[in-house]
């Protein structure tokens, strides 16, 4: 069957690890998706974290689940926020995890970590799904 959704929207890159990334940036989008995320199965999951410096990170990183493996990264725009200060603000939620230079780098790292059974979820804003060598 040919996927007719937009993509970026719990687009499935792979399996074995299974990635899937999602451009919900918001509230609103990332609820959604964290319980989506939520009737996965899987033996240990990593995050691809990046956001935009407009974000209310209160609000969206309250929503991540705290038994994660975080790689935080910066999109590559103005508007990108550094990956420390997304790193410093997640600590705050109990979200552990890395910065990493690139989006490139932070995913290419996950699905080095991952194993056959893991899950590799990439998101926070669109510009890191776009960044992602699909």
């Known amino acids: ?15 074995g690890p ?8 918001n509230e ?4 959604i998706v964290m319980n989506q995320l939520k009737n996965e199965k899987f033996q ?3 995050i691809v974290l990046g956001v935009v410096n407009d974000k209310n990170l209160d609000k ?9 493996i975080y790689y935080f ?13 997304l790193q ?7 979200l552990n995890g890395e910065i990493y230079l690139s989006v490139n780098k932070a995913y290419q790292t996950a699905l080095k970590n991952a194993i056959k059974e893991d899950f ?15």
Not at 28 to 31: F, I, N, S, V
Request: hydrophobic share 40%.
């Open 88 to 94: 410093q603000n997640a600590m705050q939620f109990q």
């Open 44 to 46: 240990n999951l990593h």
């Open 18 to 25: 299974k990635v899937v990334c999602d451009t919900a940036h």
């Open 60 to 68: 969206i990183l309250s929503l991540f689940p705290k038994n994660a």
């Open 1 to 15: 069957m040919k996927n007719t959704g937009l993509k970026g929207r719990w687009q499935i890159l792979n399996f």
């Open 73 to 85: 990264c910066k999109p590559d725009i103005p508007r990108g926020l550094e990956a420390k200060k």
């Open 120 to 134: 590799v979820f990439i998101g926070g804003s669109t510009f890191v799904v776009a960044e992602l060598p699909l």
């Open 28 to 31: 609103e989008g990332l609820k």
